[in-house]
């Protein structure tokens, strides 16, 4: 039993360093990407699926790091608007229409970047709600 406090003790302190070594902008990235998990699975996993692999024809993978990086100040735009328009990935095309999430706050839509831009093979960083305001400023109607 003693040990088990112990043990239970210097688990918390090595976790405490830990998480104390991170900067602000490491914690607001791990912050960002764990909400923004959540916004995917409940509102973009059904199409994109749980790994990014898309949906056959219907949705789009979201691991082609190419494209996502190339879109990258239009991605705000397409989650926060939808996707009316055809577009290629990885050499096929896709013409289904993608929903729009007017709903989404400027800081939900830098969460779920964070997660996509980050997960499923890709590593872009950070997305703040900042940048993807002035984003949103710059959508194509």
Partial sequence: MR????AAIYLSVL????FSCQNKEQIQFQSYK????DLYVSN??????????GLGMLAPP???VKYLTANRTNLACIIKNGLHKPITINGKAYN???PAFPE?????IAQVMVYITNSFGNKQ???TYQQVTMDLKNCKK
């Fill in 104 to 108: 989404y706050a400027p800081i939900d």
């Fill in 3 to 6: 040990r088990t406090i112990i």
């Fill in 44 to 53: 973009c996993q059904g199409c994109h699926g749980e790994n990014g692999e």
């Fill in 34 to 37: 764990s909400s923004g998990k």
């Fill in 125 to 127: 960083g950070t997305y």
């Fill in 96 to 98: 289904e229409k993608m």
């Fill in 15 to 18: 976790g405490l360093i830990f």
């Fill in 62 to 64: 979201l691991t082609d």
